[in-house]
């Protein structure tokens, strides 16, 4: 059925709260207008008073913002013979939230019951090709918890504490060690300060997450003593440098022959 706006209304079935049919447009949002006269309260809990929070505003607009939505979340229709605010179903739930805790899960359940409703009967066929999707979708999560578990299986064979970058760079095949630590400052792992003696330091965002500092005492004969800091790898962070290098992010040699390799290490040795 079509109003004078171009509004399509959806067939039954449509929800029903206290006796009050919600009303559903073409693209499947919900009069609030139903929603408020179910509730049964004043003009205080009306759609538009909900409309004229800022926090509401921020959801509609985060809400259009989703891509592949492909309708406006909000429709005020005036006039006609179906007039009335229609909004996306997440939207009609936060309104139905706003109004009280208790109406938000009566409206929750009257949707989902709504569209258990419309739900039709499936023949044989159809169930078993949703099994067959079900059997495909298992094989491929086998196949990635396996790949899973060898990217960790990899990882503890690599990471020992106390490497640099460059040091962990270099039992990666292929990695251009010389690169690495201006990779990880465009990361935004590390920033190299202005005094030569200091180096690479590193980046707030990073610290205590995927890189630490040691810091080294200097002492040189005749001249003041003075401390640097080396950059260490934590192991959150070579786990993602590992997940990187896997996905060929990183810096890489030219004369790479693109084979994703690793040293294997015993426990008391690290490569130079």
């Known amino acids: 059925m079509r109003n ?6 959806t067939p039954d079935p449509i929800p029903v709260i206290a006796g009050i049919e919600i009303r559903v447009d073409e693209m499947g949002r919900y009069n609030l207008n139903d929603l408020h006269k179910a ?15 800022a926090s509401t505003q921020a959801l509609v607009t985060e ?7 492909g309708l406006a979340s909000v429709n005020c229709v005036k006039g006609g013979i179906h007039p009335g605010t229609y909004a996306h179903e997440l939207l009609a739930i936060s309104y139905a939230g706003w109004i009280s805790p208790r109406f938000q899960l009566t409206v929750n359940q009257a949707f989902l019951d709504s569209k258990q409703a419309q739900r039709p009967e499936l ?20 196949v990635e918890n396996q790949q899973q578990a060898q990217k960790i299986e990899g990882l503890e064979n690599l990471f020992k504490g106390g490497l640099t970058a460059p040091q962990f760079g270099r039992m990666l095949n292929g990695i251009n060690v010389q690169q690495i630590n201006a990779f990880l400052v465009e990361l935004g792992w590390m920033y190299k300060e202005r005094s030569k003696r200091s180096g690479y330091r590193v980046a707030s965002y990073a610290r ?7 810091e080294n005492l200097i002492s040189m ?43 294997k290490l015993s426990k008391d040795r690290v490569a130079a």
Not at 4 to 9: S, V, W
Not at 63 to 69: A, F, R, V
Not at 235 to 259: F, N, R, T, V
């Open 4 to 9: 004078e706006h171009g509004l399509i209304l």
């Open 39 to 53: 509730s049964a309260l004043g003009k205080s809990k009306a759609p538009n008073k909900w409309l004229d929070n």
């Open 63 to 69: 809400l259009d913002l989703t891509p592949n939505l």
């Open 123 to 142: 023949t044989t066929t159809e169930i078993l090709e949703i099994a067959l999707e079900a059997a495909r979708e298992r094989d491929v999560l086998r």
């Open 208 to 214: 205590d997450n995927y890189m630490t500092e040691k």
């Open 221 to 263: 004969h005749g001249y003041d003593s003075f401390v640097t800091a080396t950059p260490i790898l934590l192991q959150k962070g070579a786990i993602k440098l590992y997940e990187l290098y896997l996905q060929g992010k990183l810096p890489m040699k030219k004369s790479w022959d693109s084979a994703y390799t690793h040293l």
